[in-house]
């Protein structure tokens, strides 16, 4: 487990899903101060105001902003880097504005933890990340190169920069699954893009988990991904109408901006230098430097793996354990009550 006995650990983009799980996962541990970072006034006064916790702290600022980042970064032993721009189509028609804060945010995150010397940042990825094509996804992929290009430069010195990568959050903000309950609960058609369309499924506690185990076991420019099983977006459906006893039709409305029929969370590449950790595999850095040369004769004996760790050829669930997997869900276990 984690220590964080004693520790000051910030959370950028802290009102979001993530940051107020994690909250709930580490409430009761013995930190000193936890630091709420986001640009939504709102949220944090909600946050504040549901908590009452004097060692939560609240930051107004925008990861954009390097001089609001320096200073909420200013005595923090740890960083969670959640800030980001999520929503595959609002990135599609504002690109820039996912470079502006997915990469250059990010960088500005990293570089100044590194000048504050905090000890460890792990920067929250999305397999959206692997052969992106959509503008969230290749904005969540160069954080990645930008996060181990830190890294390369950390070695041997005190702050370790780290990444995790995990597939679709069940219940978190902007999700499916909330959408399909509302429009269950309204009568309305249940919507899906593509019903043979399959999603890694990972609920968020199990998030929280990947992000602990990255802190605990990072070394310089690891990728922490997480194993995870998947559905069909149809069975998805089924599965929710059978939890809410519900015969709404089921409207297939066609891919939207940016989308894809399934998700990768690993390539070929990455898992030939990866190490099976169990429940996460962890794809080290490659370490080379730009004297390609060097290696023109070493070559790489290692057998590629099979092929891409994806949502089509992970563990596929059927509509019954889906069903399991979804009542196990406070969110959803709250929308029956």
């Not at 520790?7 to 979001?16: A, E, N, P, S, Y």
């Not at 901006?257 to 998700?263: M, P």
Request: proline letters at 4%.
């Amino acid at each position: 487990m984690t220590n964080l006995k004693g520790k000051t650990i910030l959370i950028t983009g802290g009102t979001g899903s993530f940051g107020n799980e994690l909250l709930s996962t580490i409430i009761d541990r013995d930190y000193k101060e936890v630091r709420i970072f986001s640009r939504d006034e709102l949220k944090q006064d909600q946050m504040r105001t549901r908590l009452n916790n004097p060692k939560v702290k609240f930051h107004i600022g925008d990861v954009r902003d390097r001089n609001s980042v320096d200073r909420v970064m200013k005595g923090v032993d740890m960083v969670f880097h959640a800030a980001a721009l999520k929503q595959v189509p609002s990135c599609e028609f504002f690109p820039m504005q996912a470079v502006l804060t997915n990469i250059i945010g990010s960088h500005n995150v990293i570089e100044s933890a590194v000048a504050h010397n905090v000890s460890s940042v792990v920067c929250l990825g999305t397999d959206k990340a692997v052969y992106p094509i959509n503008a969230m996804g290749m904005s969540k992929a160069l954080m990645e190169k930008v996060a181990q290009s830190a890294a390369r430069a950390q070695e041997g010195k005190d702050t370790v920069v780290s990444c995790v990568r995990y597939g679709n959050v069940m219940c978190s903000r902007g999700s499916v699954i909330p959408l399909f309950i509302k429009q269950i609960k309204a009568g309305q058609p249940i919507t899906v893009t593509e019903p043979g369309m399959t999603r890694f499924l990972l609920p968020l506690p199990e998030a929280i988990k990947l992000v602990l185990f990255a802190f605990s076991n990072a070394r310089q420019g690891d990728i922490f991904i997480k194993k995870s099983p998947a559905c069909t977006v149809a069975d998805l459906a089924t599965a929710l109408k059978e939890v809410f006893n519900s015969e709404v039709p089921v409207k297939s409305i066609g891919i939207r901006h940016g989308e894809k029929i399934y998700e990768t969370l690993a390539t070929i590449e990455e898992l030939r230098r990866a190490e099976d950790m169990g429940d996460y595999f962890r794809v080290r850095m490659d370490g080379r430097d730009l004297n390609y040369s060097k290696y023109f004769t070493e070559g790489d004996k290692k057998e590629a793996a099979v092929t891409d760790y994806t949502s089509h050829n992970t563990e596929r669930l059927n509509i019954k354990q889906v069903k399991e997997l979804l009542l196990k869900l406070p969110e959803v276990r709250d929308e029956l009550n």
